[in-house]
């Protein structure tokens, strides 16, 4: 186990085995942090009332890297997981948050939590986003980047949610940027 270390959570419905969590898991082992994906108990369900399972399943992750000897731990989550990550972060602040495409505001459902707990961030934090993200509108992480300066966004140019052909720039992004904040 390296000193520095992840838990990785995957995107709605999605399972440790998710691609970009195997992808991401491979290339930060490269950069010398170990990791640890995460399967939501309530994959296939509703997710839990205020995401209590959820976060239960986020901290038993931590909980046993640190318990494996890690002693910097960052949070990393794809979609659903970047939100979780983001809840829990925003009350048991990691030594670093990875967002990879945030639906913090799909089309009609402004989501006032999820934007209030970005906001409130005092970790450091990155999200990679796509200029094209129809479930996280790049203006509304650029505007809340701007008045959080724990905040580095990413901008992936021509990317959707599913950042399709960009996927392994969004995961460089984050592995340089953990290598770099993990010290």
């Known amino acids: 186990m390296s000193e520095r270390a992840a838990v990785l959570a995957p995107g709605y419905g999605g399972t440790d085995q998710q691609p970009i969590l195997i992808v991401l898991a491979r290339a930060l082992a490269a ?4 990791s ?5 108990s309530t994959r296939g369900k509703r997710p839990s009332r205020g995401y209590q399972a ?5 901290r038993a992750a931590r909980d046993a890297l640190r318990d494996s000897g890690a002693t910097k731990i960052a949070l990393i989550g794809r979609s ?7 809840f829990l972060a925003a009350v048991e602040p990691p030594d670093a948050l990875v ?3 945030h639906p913090i505001s799909p ?3 402004p989501r006032p939590d999820d934007e209030a707990a970005l906001s409130s961030m005092s970790c450091p934090t990155l999200v990679v986003q796509g200029d094209r993200d129809e479930l996280g509108p790049i203006d509304v992480l650029e505007r809340i980047a701007g008045t ?6 990413v901008r992936l140019a021509g990317a959707g949610h599913e950042f399709g052909k960009q996927q392994a ?7 340089r940027w953990l290598d770099a904040t993990l010290v």
Do not use: Q, Y
């Open 80 to 86: 659903f997981g970047g939100r979780m990550c983001a």
């Open 148 to 153: 959080n300066p724990r905040i580095d966004l």
């Open 107 to 109: 089309p009609g459902r």
């Open 36 to 40: 640890r994906a995460v399967t939501f």
């Open 99 to 101: 967002v990879l495409g």
């Open 169 to 175: 720039e969004a995961v460089a992004h984050a592995v």
């Open 31 to 34: 950069a010398g942090i170990s």
């Open 54 to 58: 959820e976060l239960a399943d986020l």
